[in-house]
């Protein structure tokens, strides 16, 4: 297991930079994965897919499908693309600090 | 490297068939991964499990897949492959190269990686096996230079391939490696950037020989079919059967619907072609004298898939005969229907066939918008257990 | 942002002058030697394919070497076929025969061309997979060690026989529908850390996940419960879920499977049946697996009538006596009981007694 | 206590001595004529069996009158069939003649054996069950008016066909088996009645009698709920639950099935297969029913090849081509979504265009 | 009764097949009872829907079953069939009888009941049809003086019942009739107290041609088969193919395993027994010449049914041979096993093909003590998803 | 419909004598119905019979099949129709004051 810093805090990740005990999460450690992930600014469309993400983890306990996500935030894969370079599962889940979704590699 | 490090693996270097721990220590030679990777194998030999970690979930900007993650479990002991990702390539369709590209990829992937590959992973992949997160970009970049792009990983379209088809068949009954690669370029989007409940895959193959392994293969297989009948050159049967060949025993007998008789007097191969259900083995028996008929297309089966959850499945029959040319557009939009219905309904990790057996098949032809036909079906329901619409039980 | 979605190279790029000129012309194939295609055009021009083994798993040095060969015989010019074998595409017929002698020369196996056994579809394995039960590299070296005169041609079998092997039950191959299938199984129940479940799974797809309906969730835990009585160690949970762990290298092992086949030749594609549940799994030779495939493909090359594959030979002399003839006990492993057992128990009074 | 478990008359009281002696002993049978056997012993003796058809649903006068024609001409003995022809066992070669004479003047039919339509295997219909969806006695006197012909073999078919018919899915006879199966069927989701199922229906019982997991409780009303898009009328739960009914003229209706068989010979035993899921219940003649089970028979009865049944027939020819040459549409309902209903799909490239 | 009354059902007395309704009229004119059923028929003919009540629980003393409750759900139209139970009376096996007997059987039953009666009904039984509940027990003892006892209903083992078999049929492997009546008379507890999950079924035939239809309606079968080799009498095949008869397309290509050839130079049938699969084929069209073999006994098959709830079986081999003698103990011994293992874990209403589905073969191969053979499945699973118990893990 | 009259009360039954309303039952009742289903004299092991089945009924909703209640009550076949000749499912269940069992016919 690694640590990442996050204001002098080290928070534990495991290789793939995803948060080992969700409930450390919170929107510091967002900003300091979002620069790992190639995120340079968090924008309110950041704010509403990882919001979106967290609810969804909440209630069903499983992140949603893509589709799902592009829907009910209404940004398409492109824009969600945009958004999180590194992809909807490496990058919104990770920041949103959800467990690494469960889609076949 | 030692060679006394390896007294497992090294018993697989005895023997005639090629060995790839012969190949994986040319590479360790060059590439202190590759050493790192051998060792981690024989202690594999030896403890008799893997080494690696679960989980893994690494790429480059812009995709969601088209790269394995992996880690070793021994860091420790083997940093060489601490991080060890595998890029699946997109290969050309065909499997067909020139030298110089082969070459080129080498370059890039000894520069960046371990220097070990698979010609080819089993969808189709040219899998370049050991890379660090680190080096993914680049490596990636430097891909992209030679005009080589990844291919497809998790709940994505994943890389298409097909037999070799056209180029180099007589049976071949549409252009498979055109298909491939046209559907290929048609859905990047989907291939790399994986937003369906999870793989989809797509083969394709020139005739019922299936020599793509596409019905037990892919979530959408794409095989050649023709509609009217066999072409016969009678002389040319006439010559297989004054040179000696069994005739009755090697075909007459063997075709699995009895379509042909052999006339002794009049010497003539005699064909009920609406018999015939198109198996090849005629044809493929006696390729110098039967061919593939001239009315060509292809039917789509759907549903092919290994074990898990399910079973494994062979593909169905969706369409029995579409006709393919470019730019194939009645397939894509076929294509197009059957993800679209399939993202909208299915469940996280649930394949088609799998969303289909829940669902019944009715419901989904009829969510596509494809017409039932009987060579759906091996046979009608056997069960009563029939449902009605309302509009159709009102007007009775 | 890099260039991104500009897919594979064209295959118009790769393929060589005589496949471009005489593309869907091809009129009929012979097959002059074990190990050689030629392919006869309607333009009359002919094509000589050699294929030749590959381990798949192949280093840049080894690449770079074929390119050597296909630079000096074939222009330039070399394909992969769909089970891995590289074929060398001869369109200058004198350059045919120096080719077979250096490729002789430098040890390559030619074959797998026609009835032959060919090369094996196969799986990442330990080399790099983390779900592998067993090594397929090691597997398809240890059993094509035995087999290679059926590749080469120089034992010449009844029809083509597809091996494949898989290091677990996703079978990465397409092991479901081949003629002789080796395939990694676990046998015991996974461990599942609870801790790790509770933080890091999704629990309600690790549920789904399980084709016997085995996992119940465990709240008080946070976590999942595996009933035992109804797990088959499929593993599907464990790679949805990474607290819980399936490998046992004490009883892990290796099953095999015959009769499957794609084509549609003759019979309908079929899938693979169990012939053996278990084997010891025994790097690095596995002794007791090559034994096994070793006599599956004897009895079959044996007794099987010409052109008759494993699954039409087993289908024509049914399966008692293909157990009776292999030697292999019949037991109630091999009796289905998933879903649609009740669709393949004998609802006929067609049997041998 | 009153006497019990004495059980059936014993058959050695029952049979003829002609059978006694030769228990065992018959050599060979053949079909001197339509509607009659000869059995022939390797004692050398010879029993001819006159088969007449019988309306099953009789009474005691019309026994009282073959028992007349069994003393005059059979020393007092007769059998039925499993299909519930009457068979009169003539010992005596000179009262053959005599006895076809009576029964043919008396009107009676003498017929299916061999190769021929045999007497239908029906089931009570409004005769006597409460769950018959329409009259099987009705429907079997309406078809066997059409079909008789072929009974008698005045008309030649091409090999033995079974028709079956059943008031409901249940099924009472062996209509999943036969040659051509008619089956009352509902179309509409049964109507419950709440305060009934709460004072006399055993809930858990009506809930696992649903095929398709159709039934909810309903705890409010202490009742039960049916998911109308998972219901597919079978009508089980009615069986189980008084308070359920599923009756309903104005949408009940028939249903033809085709193809099953039962012997081994050949193939083995098949399911019949839908192929017209509806045609309206119309008593007393059911004209929809009569002309479709006549243009199967006569479609098979022309182009099955010689000792073909109906099911090895369509084998042979596809069903897309049943499909096609009978006029009957293919239909979204022909696809099994039942159970096993993947196991039914064209998993191949075999087929017809 | 007036004429006029039954104007639907009058158009069935027309046609050459007998009618029915001839025969509802004969019993009318003799039974009040009757006449009110002819009344309330041609009611449902009019109405298109039966009027009959469900529930009907009645019987007599000292059985649990052997009667089918009716009562019309419009006695104030139709008095006379107010009440109108079956009863459900075990035929003699082979379904011989003398007239004497049958006339006996006549007039217990126009004495006590409407003069209707089914010869036979589907499952095998003589079924009288209607009576009142007063007059179920006298009915019944009068039945027991003339030597008819009741067959089985509800959750009870049922009437059996039998082809011909050796006592008309020279295919008979095995004496179905003793067989029947043997066993019905050693299970008349089972047949007369239901104390089952469900109906259970027991059906023999003599040979593979199943002529009792054994195998798809009964729960369990007895199918007579031998297993050496087919009996040829080489003279008389001669004959045939003397006569005329097209021995290739009749009979050789149409054996499923091909088992059989012709030799045209010695006009011998050659026959490769270990590939014969006893379909009878070759014997059903030469009977003057061919003849099942001398070791003679019979399979088991299990779990034959109707459509309801899992949809139909047609029975799977449990036991593939075994000799029938008398006293079948084997035989009884095994139909104990296997209803007592369904007795016990059998839910209600649950056919012993529905508990096998839900259990698994191998359960019930255990459960019962009867070892696994190849002849039971049409091929081995497919799926990787096997079971093992922990000693044989453990042991390894 | 039709009626039983126990000591005064018309108690509905159907026509193969169950009782319409279970709520409605009591020992009474039981007595009565005894006579009509040949019972002569109610001993304790009919009783223990009849506990039984209702016991079942309450818990499970559904009558047990007469193997369980053999088993449980300890009384064989044999005695149940000695104790109830008309059977487990006429006789007991009637008494008992189930719905009439869906046991097959
Ligand atoms: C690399 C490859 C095997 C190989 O050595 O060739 C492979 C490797 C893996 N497969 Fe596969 N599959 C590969 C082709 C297949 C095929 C064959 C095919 O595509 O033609 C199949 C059967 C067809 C199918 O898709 O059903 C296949 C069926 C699976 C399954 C079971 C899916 C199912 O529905 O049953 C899994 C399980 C999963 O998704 O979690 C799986 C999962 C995996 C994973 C990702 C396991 C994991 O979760 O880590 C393996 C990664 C290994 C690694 O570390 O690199 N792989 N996998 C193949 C991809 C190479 C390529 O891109 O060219
Ligand atoms: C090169 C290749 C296509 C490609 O794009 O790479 C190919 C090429 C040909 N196949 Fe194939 N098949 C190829 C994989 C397959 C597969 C797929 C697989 O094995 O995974 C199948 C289905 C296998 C199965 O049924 O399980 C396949 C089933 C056939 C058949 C059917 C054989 C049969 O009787 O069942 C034929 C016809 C024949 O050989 O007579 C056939 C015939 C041919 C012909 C003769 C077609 C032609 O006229 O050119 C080619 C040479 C055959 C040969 O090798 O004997 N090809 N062929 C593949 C070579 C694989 C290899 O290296 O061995
Ligand atoms: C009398 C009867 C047995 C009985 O105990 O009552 C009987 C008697 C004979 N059967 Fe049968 N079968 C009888 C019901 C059956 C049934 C059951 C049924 O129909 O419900 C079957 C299975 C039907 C099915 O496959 O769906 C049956 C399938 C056969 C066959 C197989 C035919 C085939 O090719 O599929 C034969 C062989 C033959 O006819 O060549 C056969 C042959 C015979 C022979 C020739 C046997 C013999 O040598 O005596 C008898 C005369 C045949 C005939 O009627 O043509 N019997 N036979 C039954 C007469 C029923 C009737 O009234 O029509
Ligand atoms: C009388 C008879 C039909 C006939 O006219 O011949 C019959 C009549 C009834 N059957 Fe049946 N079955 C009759 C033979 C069959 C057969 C055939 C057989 O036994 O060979 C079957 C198919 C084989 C099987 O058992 O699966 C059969 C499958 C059913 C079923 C469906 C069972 C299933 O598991 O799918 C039911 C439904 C039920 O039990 O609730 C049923 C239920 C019924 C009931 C009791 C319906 C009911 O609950 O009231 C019918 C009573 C009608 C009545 O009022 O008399 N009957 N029933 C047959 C019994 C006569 C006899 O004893 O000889
Ligand atoms: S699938 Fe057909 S077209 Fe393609 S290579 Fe095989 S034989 Fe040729
Ligand atoms: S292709 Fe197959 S089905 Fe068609 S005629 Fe040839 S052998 Fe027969
Ligand atoms: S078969 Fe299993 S272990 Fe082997 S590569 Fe595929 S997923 Fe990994
Ligand atoms: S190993 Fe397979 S069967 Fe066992 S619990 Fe996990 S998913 Fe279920
Ligand atoms: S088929 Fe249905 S309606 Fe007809 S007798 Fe059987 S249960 Fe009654
Ligand atoms: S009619 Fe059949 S499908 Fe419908 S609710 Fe009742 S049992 Fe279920
Ligand atoms: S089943 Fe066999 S033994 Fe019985 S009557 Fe039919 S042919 Fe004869
Ligand atoms: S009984 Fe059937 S399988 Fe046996 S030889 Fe005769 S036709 Fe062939």
């Known amino acids: 297991m690694s640590y990442v810093d996050v204001n002098g805090k080290q928070i534990e990740v495991d290789e793939d930079g995803f948060i080992c005990d969700p409930d450390l999460w919170n929107e510091e450690i967002v900003r300091c994965f979002a620069r790992l992930e190639g995120v340079d600014e968090l924008t309110d469309d950041h704010w509403k897919v990882i919001h979106y993400l967290r609810g969804y983890y909440r209630q069903f306990g499983i992140a949603p499908m893509i589709r799902k996500l592009c829907k009910e935030t209404g940004f398409n894969l492109q824009r969600i693309y945009e958004l999180f370079p590194s992809g909807p599962a490496k990058g919104a889940c990770k920041l949103a600090g959800l467990p690494k979704p469960t889609g076949c590699v | 490297m030692d060679d006394r490090e390896t007294p497992l693996l090294d018993e697989l270097e005895e023997g005639d068939w090629p060995s790839f721990v012969a190949e994986l220590k040319r590479a360790a030679e060059k590439s202190a991964m590759s050493a790192d990777l051998l060792r981690q194998i024989e202690r594999s030999y030896a403890d008799n499990t893997g080494h690696w970690k679960r989980g893994g979930i690494v790429g480059v900007r812009g995709y969601g897949g088209g790269v394995v993650g992996r880690y070793s479990a021994m860091p420790e002991e083997f940093p060489g492959v601490k991080e060890f990702h595998t890029l699946r390539v997109n290969e050309p369709a065909g499997f067909y190269y020139t030298t110089e590209k082969l070459r080129e990829l080498c370059d890039v992937w000894d520069k960046y990686g371990s220097g070990l590959l698979n010609l080819h992973g089993s969808t189709g992949d040219i899998i370049l096996l050991g890379t660090t997160t680190e080096n993914l970009q680049p490596c990636f970049d430097a891909l992209g230079e030679i005009g080589f792009d990844l291919g497809g990983s998790g709940s994505a379209m994943r890389t298409l391939s097909c037999c070799v088809g056209q180029s180099r068949c007589e049976h071949a009954c549409i252009d498979t490696m055109d298909v491939t690669h046209d559907l290929t370029m048609n859905f990047q989007m989907e291939i790399h950037r994986p937003a369906f409940p999870y793989k989809f895959k797509i083969k394709v193959s020139g005739c019922p020989n299936d020599c793509a392994a596409a019905s037990a293969r892919s979530d959408l297989a794409i095989i050649g079919v023709w509609r009217d009948a066999i072409e016969i050159d009678q002389q040319g049967v006439a010559e297989y059967v004054d040179e000696g060949f069994d005739l009755f025993n090697r075909v007459i007998r063997r075709c699995p619907t009895w379509a042909l008789d052999w006339d002794a007097e009049e010497k003539r191969l005699k064909l009920t072609s609406e018999d015939c259900v198109h198996c090849m083995h005629c044809i493929n028996e006696m390729p110098k004298a039967l061919r593939v008929g001239q009315e060509r297309g292809a039917a789509v089966l759907i549903g092919g898939k290994a074990p898990v959850v399910k079973g494994a499945m062979i593909g169905w029959v969706l369409v029995p005969f579409m006709r393919l040319e470019p730019p194939y557009q009645e397939l894509k939009d076929l294509i197009v229907q059957v993800t679209e219905f399939w993202a909208e309904h299915g469940k996280n990790r649930e394949r088609l066939a799998e969303l289909i057996d829940r669902l019944g098949m009715p419901a989904f032809l009829e969510g596509i918008g494809v017409e039932p036909c009987p060579q759906m079906v091996d046979a009608p329901r056997s069960n009563p257990y029939l449902f009605w619409r309302e509009e159709e039980v009102k007007h009775a | ?249 004490d009883t892990d092992g290796v099953s095999i499977w015959v009769g499957g086949k794609l084509s549609n030749a003759r019979t309908t594609p079929k899938f693979s049946r169990l012939a053996i549940p278990y084997l010891p799994n025994h790097p690095p030779r596995w002794p007791e697996v090559t034994e096994a495939v070793k006599n599956l493909v004897e009895v079959w090359r044996q007794r099987a009538k010409p052109g008759e594959r494993m699954g039409e030979w087993i289908e024509r002399i049914g399966w008692e006596r293909f157990f009776q003839i292999t030697g292999i006990p019949f037991t109630e492993k091999h009796i289905d009981d998933f879903t649609h057992a009740t669709t393949t128990f004998r609802s006929s009074m067609q049997f041998r007694i």
């Open chain 3, 1 to 249: 942002m890099p260039k991104t979605d500009f897919g594979p190279p064209d295959y118009r790029e790769m393929i060589p002058p005589i496949v471009r000129e005489n593309y869907g012309k091809w009129r009929y194939h012979r097959i002059p030697r074990p190990g050689v295609l030629e392919h006869v055009s309607e333009t009359g021009d002919v094509l000589s394919s050699v294929r030749v083994a590959s381990p798949r798993l192949v280093s840049t040095d080894f690449v770079r070497e074929i390119c050597e060969i296909a630079d000096k015989y074939c222009g330039g010019h070399l394909r992969f076929t769909t089970r891995h074998n590289i074929e060398f595409l001869v369109s200058d017929r004198e350059k045919l025969q120096p080719l077979l002698d250096e490729l002789e020369g430098r040890g390559y196996l030619i074959g797998g061309v026609g009835r032959a056994i060919s090369n094996v579809v196969h799986t990442q394995g330990w080399i790099h997979c983390k779900s592998a039960v067993t090594d397929a590299s090691g597997l398809v070296k240890s059993i094509m060690d035995e087999l290679h005169d059926y590749y080469t041609g120089k034992k010449p079998v009844p029809a083509k026989l597809r091996i494949a092997v898989a290091c677990c039950v996703n079978m990465c191959g397409a092991c479901h529908c081949s003629d002789i299938a080796v395939v990694g199984i676990h046998r015991r129940v996974p461990r599942v850390n609870d801790d790790v479940v509770s933080k890091s799974c999704e629990i309600p797809s690790t549920i789904a996940s399980c084709p016997t309906g085995a996992i119940r969730p465990n709240p008080k835990l946070k976590s999942i419960t595996i009933a035992p009585e109804k797990c088959m160690y499929c593993g599907n949970c464990a790679a949805v879920c990474p607290a819980i762990d399936v490998m046992d290298p």
